[in-house]
């Protein structure tokens, strides 16, 4: 699987775009990107996924860079309840989900 | 969306017992589970895979005689922590894709404490 790097965490004002990183230079062309969040003591939950097209869902939106090595995951509208730990994965169709350490975003009033 | 539920959601036992965590899809049918571990402030861990039918596939240091997963349905899978140690406290998750392996739905976590 591709490596992926987030930064550790990022702040964001209610109501502000959120607008997190994520770098995966060694994806090969047939992995994905997944998002992921966690909220503090819960299971994770599916964000979006995207393969080099931009996507969107009623969640969020994933830009991926042309050259596939980065992408963005945005949250338009970020509320209190967006704060949580975020993952980026590069995932294969037949691999298993590996977590890395994530983004922990916090939402401040 | 799809659900996945987990029973306990808390336990706490004495060191030498062994507890069963449930993992149940409530609507649909997994035929793989995934079971995973996070510690406090870290990331979860995958520790093993389950099949339906068939062994479980465990990660590179997982004991297998220490955490016994059965998957005895399309719906449901259990991991029991045998002979449980302080150390093995932990938050442990569960998994199960739908159509699509990278998209999974996660159980709400149990949180184990073992004194």
């Known amino acids: 699987d591709a490596k992926t790097t987030q930064p550790p965490s990022m702040d964001c004002a209610e109501g502000r775009a959120a607008n997190l990183p994520c770098n995966h230079s060694?994806?090969?062309?047939?992995?994905?990107v997944y998002w992921y969040r966690q909220i503090h003591s819960q299971g994770p939950q599916y964000i979006i996924h995207?393969?080099?097209n931009n996507e969107t869902n009623e969640m969020a939106s994933l830009i991926i860079t042309e050259d596939r090595k980065s992408s963005t995951l945005i949250l338009p509208h970020a509320t209190l309840r967006d704060t949580a730990v975020y993952y980026c994965i590069a995932f294969y169709n037949t691999d298993k989900l590996i977590f890395g350490t994530g983004t922990r975003l916090q939402v401040f009033p | 969306g799809a659900v996945v539920s987990q029973h306990p959601s808390r336990v706490i036992c004495k060191s030498g017992t062994s507890v069963k965590i449930e993992c149940r899809s409530l609507d649909f049918q997994a035929t793989t589970m995934f079971w995973y571990r996070q510690f406090p402030k870290q990331s979860l861990m995958l520790m093993a895979t389950s099949n339906e039918g068939s062994k479980a596939t465990y990660e590179q240091g997982v004991e297998k005689d220490k955490f016994l997963i059965n998957h005895a349905s399309l719906t449901l899978s259990t991991l029991t922590v045998t002979s449980a140690h302080p150390e093995d406290s932990s938050f442990y998750i569960c998994?199960?894709?739908?159509?699509?392996?990278?998209?999974?739905?996660f159980g709400p976590g149990t949180r184990l404490l073992v004194l």
């Open positions: 995207g393969l080099k």
């Open positions: 998994s199960a894709p739908t159509s699509s392996q990278g998209t999974q739905y």
């Open positions: 060694t994806i090969s062309g047939n992995e994905y």
